[in-house]
């Protein structure tokens, strides 16, 4: 079972800030936070992890809250091909440990 | 470039045939993953390979199999014991990078339909 819990769906005007949020209350001390994006009929597309820290890259900003039970992936600039599948997942370090998608967020840019 | 394959993009096979679907990579991962995709469906993990010629069971493997007898290829055989086949599949990589997480790098995918 998926150890993260979503939104099934949002939506956001273009050019605005998209927020999508995730909940991951039974995540562990060693666990990172990744946060992958599937377009239609491709694969999915790593954006950004973390493990305590807010992160940014070219791609988006990681805010994982103090008590590290939910986070919230930002796109600072939505555009229509940001519109995907967004897979929030908890996993730790060891490469034994699976990475477990759920069922995402749909995210839709609104022209 | 370097990258992660799968082919073909789109099968078509009839009910009770076997098939096998194609994943290299020349990123010279160690690990490698089939999962499959159902219609508004998260991926399901299929089988997984730490390393070659070794490979583990995932979450549902019954009618699947699979071979690691190199590290840039892991083909996924889908056998008639599959009850319903039919799917999206996408293969994907992940290296051992020295102080990185393991990000998993993901294959195009290929939709395969049994009529």
């Known amino acids: 079972d998926a150890k993260t819990t979503q939104p099934t769906s949002m939506d956001c005007a273009e050019g605005r800030a998209a927020n999508l949020p995730c909940n991951h209350s039974t995540i562990s001390g060693n666990e990172y936070v990744y946060w992958y994006r599937q377009i239609h009929s491709q694969g999915p597309q790593y954006i950004i992890h973390g493990l305590k820290n807010n992160e940014t890259n070219e791609m988006a900003s990681l805010i994982i809250t103090e008590d590290r039970k939910s986070s919230t992936l930002i796109l600072p600039h939505a555009t229509l091909r940001d519109t995907a599948v967004y897979y929030c997942i908890v996993r730790s370090m060891n490469r034994d440990d699976k990475i477990i998608f759920g069922k995402g967020t749909r995210l839709h840019i609104l022209p | 470039d370097g990258g992660i394959t799968q082919s073909p993009k789109y099968l078509f096979r009839k009910e009770g045939q076997n098939v096998t679907l194609s994943c290299e990579q020349n990123?010279?991962?160690?690990?490698m993953y089939w999962y499959r995709q159902d219609p508004g469906q998260g991926l399901r993990l299929i089988y997984y390979s730490q390393i070659v010629n070794d490979f583990q069971k995932g979450d549902i493997a019954e009618g699947y199999s699979v071979s690691r007898e190199k590290k840039e290829s892991f083909p996924l055989t889908v056998t008639s014991a599959q009850k319903n086949p039919t799917a999206f599949y996408l293969c994907?990589?992940?290296?051992?990078?020295?102080?990185?997480?393991?990000?998993?790098?993901f294959g195009p995918g290929t939709r395969l339909t049994v009529l």
């Open positions: 990123l010279n991962h160690d690990a």
């Open positions: 994907a990589s992940s290296g051992d990078r020295q102080g990185r997480i393991n990000e998993q790098f």
